[in-house]
DNA sequence: CATCTAATGTAAGAAAATATAACAAGAGTG
DNA sequence: CACTCTTGTTATATTTTCTTACATTAGATG
């Protein structure tokens, strides 16, 4: 099996430029919405910013909601209002499938 | 709908510099599988190479060919025989379509 | 053995892309 | 008005890429 279709998505392997290009949006804004902490670019040894797929489709909502009126600092906060939910949810499951572990799983033998 | 898990594949958004890193291979390599006609890689404007995830896998194929001793003129030929296997598979399917509609396609009306 | 070819490394110099920092400016708000 | 948010612009430095040319190595061939 190659690389799974999903790794392309999150892999960071484009360039300001591209990204700029892709999205429409200037590089100053790009760097922006990162001093913003609204995106998160990984760095080469260098220093040069690397972005995924998924990093311009997060641009492309930000766009958006920037489009809306909303200011960077209020999309941050959605994102993070986001982000704890899903980890809430994650630890529910977890939970649950403990508690399950727990009844059903593999026991020790006695 | 955002943009399809597909496209991202195809898409050449990635420069020699990343592709080296991920292949593993050197620039020089690279250049070179290409002056041989083994990868397309698209331009920018300016003349920047842009290369996509396919390429990458194409890159990684060639590796393990080159490896085993094949030349890149060899490993081009394959890559036509493949091509023209392709063409012909979908040319025969047009001309059963083609048939098809012949037979029991929409009619004018007289 | 003497050549040839294929594949790759390396170096030089130019051009393109990116990085950071600082200042400017318009829009909206208290 | 004074302030903040967002973006543009400019300058300068660094990094990346491009092309071309020459060198080297290994294998194939006469």
Redesign the pocket.
């Given at each position: 099996m190659a690389l799974k279709e999903e790794s392309y998505k999150d892999k960071k392997v484009i360039?300001?430029?591209?990204v700029s290009e892709i999205t429409g949006l200037?590089?100053?804004?790009i760097?922006?919405y990162e001093e913003?902490k609204l995106i998160f670019p990984e760095r080469?040894q260098?220093?040069?910013?690397k972005y995924s797929f998924n990093d311009i489709e997060q641009l492309m909502e930000i766009v958006e909601k920037?489009e809306e009126g909303v200011?960077?600092?209020e999309i941050r906060k959605e994102m993070l209002r986001k982000e704890k939910q899903l980890n809430e949810k994650s630890v529910r499951e977890q939970m649950i499938r403990g508690q399950l572990n727990a009844q059903f799983g593999i026991q020790k033998p006695r």
């Open positions: 360039t300001i430029g591209t200037s590089e100053r804004q760097r922006y913003r080469t260098k220093g040069t910013r920037m200011q960077t600092y």
